[in-house]
Each structure stands twice: as C-alpha cells, then as structure tokens.
C-alpha cells in the first residue's frame, strides 16, 4: 500500500478556499522568524485520493467491529452504538465542565444515579467518578488507604500482591511510597493461605486481590482471606478490572472488601484500547468515605452540587470531573440492561470461558482445570516440548485465521500461557468457528510446525523484530 506521500503530485488538492478579502501582510513583520517554519513536506491529493487512502488505512485496523477479540483479561467486547448515540447527545457534548451548578442539573443528577448504581452493584458505601482509568483508580484507593491509615496514626510501610494480580497492581503501591509483596498462589490457583498468615502482619495496610484473578478463578478461601486481612487491621483492596465475571451474582463488599476499582470502558461496554479514553470509578466501605476525591456531588431538596467540603479528603486526581462522556455510556448501558440483564450477561460470560476450556483442553495444557470465571489460561508448554512451536507462534498462525490473538505470556505464573477471555457478547458459532481455528493450529504444531513458525503467513508483513521496533522505532517517511 503506497504512503498518502507517494500518492502525492504538485498541484492537487481536496479543497478550493475562496480568494481573501483581507490585505495581505508580511508575517515575519509580526512574528520572529525563529519561530517559523519552511518547506514543509506535506502532501498534496485529491479529495477523492484523500479519502480512499484513509478508509482503506481503517480497513488495516483491527478491531471487536470486525471480528473476535479474545484478549484475555482487557474484555475487549462489543459495545452497543445505542449508548454511543446516547453519549452523542448535545446536552452532554456542549456543556462546558465549568459550567454553573445551576446550568449541569441533568448531568450532575446522571453522575450522581450512576454512583448509586455502582453501589448497589457493588455493595459499596460511596463511589467516585473521577480517576480516569483502571490504573488510576488503583492509585486512587491506595492514596485513600495510606490516607486512612495517617490519620489513624498507623505507619504501615506494605501491600501484599498476589503473583496472579494484574501488573499495574505493584505500581500503584510503589508510586504511594510502599513496599510491594508477593503473595504466592497454591495448587488451585488461588490465594497461598497459609502463605498470607505469615506475611500479614500489622506493617501491612492492605492486600491488594484481584478477584477474580488473572488466571480466571474465583477466590474460593475469600472469606478466610478477608478475615486474615482484617484481624491484623489492614484493608482489603479488590481490582475490579474483572467485575463482568461476578455482575448480579456476589458483591465486593459483601465479600470484605473494602474498597474497589472498576474499569467502566471494559466491564460496562465502552470502547476500550489505544490508549483511552476510560474511567476507573473507586468505590469505598465506609472506614474510608472521608477520603474520597473532591468535588463530590450534594444533593441539597431537588437540586444537584458541587461541594468541596470534606477536610480529611485526597484532593482532586483528575481534571474536571473524569472523562464525562464515558460515564455516559456505562450508564446507558446498565439503564438498557437492568440487574437482571447485568447478571445475565455475567452468565454468558462464564459460560462461553468454560465453553471454550472444554473444547480446547484436549489440544492444550491447561494448568488449572477447575471452573474458570470469564476467562481461561491454557498454556503451550506441550506443543514447545513436542516441535518447539512456542505461545507467540500460536498467536501469530491465529492472524492467517482472520483472529486477533488473545493475551500471551500472561499471567506469568503460567509458562507459555495463552489467556482466553471471550466474553458475554459472542455467539456459539463464534466461539465454534475459533476453536475449530485453535484446533487446526494445535495440528499444525505437530505435523507441519514450520508452517506455524512461519506466521503469519497472509499478511504483508511477516515477523517483525518487536524489541527493536519498540525501542528504536523509526516512524519518519524519507522523501527519495
């Protein structure tokens, strides 16, 4: 495919401006010419070149539009465009973040119903708005437990964090001044108990779970896990990235948690990847409601507020109040649903997972064969042993197949692992047709395995040396 500068010829244009009516003036008369710019190469195209050029660089872009996106642990779902003309709308859109309480009613009482919902889905005594993603809502309640603990006088100095945790989780604590423990999985996948006894101890502010984790699994000991935390006088910490896998059927808070992030762009249908945008509300027990973010919203008689009043607050962790628009969309979504179609959606979750790990468990490893949550890890581990035909290799032959490939080498307890996760929004033939695809691989591995090495084998490209492309790229078009 030739570059929009190739395409390019003296001379042409996708546009006529009309000629000026205002004198002409010199502009280095007005502006020092250091500042200034010339010979810029720029391309000169057709309208109709213009726009050929750029559908057809769409048309390269892979996407949940276009196909299935099985990446394990990021629930790359497709997103009803009913909640994306809801979000459209002007009255969202057009009002300025600044604006009078008195001018924002509507929006102030959306932001405010949707932090109720988010409590009653989550047993949480409050909720913010506010981060602007996953991580950052980590951040958010981490900043909030060494908030709770200051004020309590406590100098607690550790998190705990599973090795099947999501790797922002470590980060977090680190950037809140803690030091960050690993707590180690038993045979089931879940939480070390006895691994937990001996790290907890009254320097740990919290243990930070996700649940379920990163292998798929459910926390089976959670109670257990909740009291250990607790008796020592540490919080319990919930990553809500998963939350599609319990919605309707459990609630954190009734778990012991006592405080948890959610992903708004992946468990309530938003578009998710490149980078944003998302919102990662926090939700809190109430030991720490005093800590939240400010502003929060105060609904005084029939009328909505700002209010800045809470002394004991983090302060402010975003512009504005998040990414609005976001907001928006998870709440039309769960408006469109309602909690029964909340928990059905998580049934179809963990029902297509298990459907999946019983397909493909015959062709792979699969580390931990119990009842998986909304995702399955199998790992590659036999086909390395049998052709030395790795993870990433497997991933790359599911291109040809028309498959963005699900998450590899993740979690890393697993080696070789190959994390499916195909959420609720898939058709069996879907899944069946994807199977069938990983099957067919599975085949390949052992009887022609060049062919899975050479992947992938339809696209313009074939390897590409990823370490040097992430760490010497090289993005700049040479004029010849």
């Not at 405010?112 to 909720?127: H, K, P, R, T, V």
């Not at 959606?345 to 009842?371: C, G, H, S, W």
């Not at 996760?421 to 069938?436: Q, R």
Request: charged share 20%.
């Amino acid at each position: 495919m030739e570059l929009i500068f190739e395409k390019s010829r003296p001379g042409r244009s996708a546009g006529s401006i009309p000629a000026s009516d205002v004198p002409a003036i010199n502009i280095e008369d007005v502006i020092d010419r250091k500042y200034l710019r010339s010979g810029l190469d720029l391309p000169e195209v057709a309208e109709v070149d213009l726009i050929r050029h750029y559908t057809n660089l769409s048309r390269r872009n892979f996407g949940v539009d276009l196909g299935f996106y099985p990446l394990g642990s990021c629930t790359m779902k497709y997103n009803p465009k009913v909640n994306e003309n809801a979000a459209a709308l002007p009255g969202f859109t057009g009002l300025h973040p600044y604006a009078d309480d008195e001018l924002a009613q509507g929006n102030l009482q959306l932001m405010a119903q949707m932090q109720q919902y988010l409590c009653s889905i989550f047993g949480m005594a409050e909720f913010t708005l506010q981060p602007a993603a996953g991580a950052h809502g980590e951040l958010t309640g981490i900043m909030m437990i060494k908030k709770y603990f200051e004020k309590k006088g406590e100098k607690r100095h550790r998190i705990l964090i599973p090795d099947a945790a999501h790797g922002t989780n470590p980060a977090s604590g680190a950037l809140c001044g803690f030091e960050t423990v690993t707590l180690c999985s038993n045979s089931e996948g879940g939480v070390d108990i006895d691994h937990l006894k001996s790290l907890m101890t009254e320097d740990v502010a919290a243990l930070m779970l996700t649940n379920p984790n990163t292998l798929g699994l459910f926390e089976r000991n959670i109670e257990e896990v909740s009291h250990i935390v607790h008796e020592k006088g540490g919080l319990l910490y919930a990553d809500g990235a998963n939350a599609n896998a319990f919605l309707g059927i459990t609630r954190p808070g009734d778990l012991g948690f006592d405080v948890i992030q959610l992903n708004l762009h992946k468990t309530f249908s938003t578009p998710h990847g490149g980078g944003g945008p998302g919102s990662g509300p926090v939700g809190v027990g109430p030991a720490l409601v005093d800590y939240l973010p400010v502003p929060r919203i105060v609904k005084t008689d029939n009328s909505y507020r700002w209010s800045e009043n809470y002394p004991d607050s983090i302060g402010r962790v975003r512009a504005f109040y998040g990414n609005f628009n976001v907001v928006v969309k998870a709440y039309a979504y769960i408006r469109s649903l309602g909690a029964q179609g909340l928990k059905r959606a998580t049934q179809m979750a963990v029902l297509n997972a298990n459907y999946i790990k019983e397909k493909l468990k015959p062709y792979f490893d699969l580390p931990y064969d119990r009842v998986c949550m909304h995702e399955c890890v199998f790992s590659g581990s036999r086909q390395v042993a049998q052709s030395g035909v790795h993870t990433t290799d497997i991933a790359k032959r599911l291109i040809d197949f028309g498959y963005h490939p699900p998450t590899i080498y993740f979690p890393m307890i697993v080696p070789e692992a190959l994390m499916i996760e195909p959420t609720e929004t898939e058709s069996k033939e879907t899944l069946d047709a994807f199977c069938e695809a990983m099957i067919t691989i599975a085949h390949e591995a052992q009887e022609s395995p060049h062919r899975v090495k050479d992947a992938p084998l339809s696209t313009e490209v074939n390897r590409l040396d990823e370490v040097l492309a992430a760490r010497k790229p090289d993005v700049a078009w040479k004029k010849q």
